[in-house]
Nanobody, 125 residues
């Protein structure tokens, strides 16, 4: 059974950092791209960034460049989203997701087949 479980969300002050984890089970993450999406209250889910199986990174939104990065540890079957210099507008539920292929697809939710349950990130003073 394919499963993705996110963790690491929480409340952080503006300018702070968080690292989200996405642990995969039921399949080997090595051969797949993995993406992070987020959904703020009252807004549509948006793609944030993605890492291919060969570690090429695609940023889906320009506002996180230089602040967010994605990585993977295949030995732990886990991907990470490191978020620095957080802003209130980063507040959202963050989801990890996996498409069927090894390259990063378009930043559309329907390009991804498996999703985690989400983890809340709140940036507030």
């Amino acid at each position: 059974q394919v499963q993705l479980v996110e963790s690491g969300g929480g409340l952080v002050q503006p300018g702070g950092s968080l690292r989200l984890s996405c642990e995969a089970s039921g399949f080997t993450l090595d051969y797949y791209a993995i993406g992070w999406f987020r959904q703020a209250p009252g807004k549509e889910r948006e793609g944030v960034l993605c890492i291919s199986s060969s570690d090429d990174i695609t940023y889906y939104v320009g506002s996180v460049k230089g602040r967010f990065t994605i990585s993977r540890n295949n030995a732990k079957n886990t991907a990470y989203l490191q978020m620095n210099s957080l802003k209130p507008e980063d507040t959202a539920v963050y989801y990890c997701a996996v498409p069927t292929g090894w390259v990063c697809p378009r930043a559309e939710a329907d390009e991804y087949d498996y999703w985690g349950q989400g983890t809340q990130v709140t940036v507030s003073s």
